[in-house]
């Protein structure tokens, strides 16, 4: 790409050369360099529409880089400056619901995973929006009876879908004490399929925090216990030891 636009300067498609190239250097986490690259086009007048995309891009970089205060700041920037485009890039709109999430703006975040959903009702990350949405409600202190709705609307709406299965697991977690066992065994081997070949990061020991949950509520504390021991020897060097440990104490107290 560089060869590209050191040949051909004036190609109409430099500025989209210039975009992909910083794609390239935010994947290598060489964010500057990838911030840099977008600045060149934003700062472009003959780049025009991709001025817009170069923009809403920034807040990318910030969000891939984990810095969310500053990919806050660069999808507001870019929805003040491109207010017209804010509804092409589904990316944005997601990204900024989780960044706001991760700063713990919550009631900001609900309020644009809201609109996110809205706006892409058939996004592939729509179940992931779902299910947020009723972590936010539980959080933001809304009736039990709204939060499960939120996640049996994830379940249905997106059905199959890794979101969707992330709901699943809350609710089996919650509606676990009142379920017969022989659901209960049918419905967690279930969600270790599901488990077993999803690549999301810390799923594995969100599932045995809340399924263990489910056991402690029924007052099955060995269950409980057990399923979390099974972790804890498998992963000795987990960054989610605290939470389990945590856990494992209660059920033997």
Do not use: C
């Not at 488990?195 to 402690?216: E, H, M, N, Q, W």
């Not at 000795?236 to 945590?246: A, G, H, N, R, W």
């Amino acid at each position: 790409f560089e060869r590209y636009l050191r040949k051909y300067k004036n190609s109409p498609f430099r500025h989209s050369a210039r975009i992909t190239i910083s794609r390239a250097f935010a994947l290598i986490r060489k964010y500057d360099k990838a911030l840099e690259m977008l600045d060149r086009v934003e700062s472009d007048s003959s780049a025009r529409a991709f001025q817009a995309e170069a923009a809403y891009r920034k807040g990318d970089v910030h969000f891939q880089a984990k810095d969310f205060k500053a990919s806050i700041e660069a999808y507001q920037r870019a929805k003040n400056k491109f207010p017209h485009k804010w509804a092409t890039f589904p990316n944005a709109q997601y990204n900024l619901a989780e960044a706001l999430f991760d700063e713990k703006e919550y009631f900001d975040s609900l309020t644009s995973y809201v609109e996110f959903l809205r706006t892409f009702p058939k996004s592939s990350h729509g179940g992931f929006a779902m299910t947020r949405i009723g972590e936010l409600l539980g959080i933001l202190g809304a009736p039990q009876k709204k939060v499960l709705g939120a996640y049996l609307e994830s379940m249905f709406r997106y059905q199959g879908s890794e979101g969707a299965n992330i709901a699943k697991i809350r609710v089996t977690s919650s509606r676990m004490i009142g379920m017969k066992p022989k659901d209960i065994e049918a419905t967690v081997e279930d969600l270790s399929e599901f488990v077993a070949t999803s690549d999301l990061p810390d799923l594995i020991p969100f599932y045995r925090v809340a399924i263990s949950d489910g056991y402690f509520n029924r007052g099955e504390f060995e269950k409980a216990r057990d399923f979390l021991v099974e972790y804890y020897k498998e992963n000795p060097t987990s960054k989610s030891l605290p939470v389990i440990k945590t856990r494992i104490v209660r059920t033997i107290i």
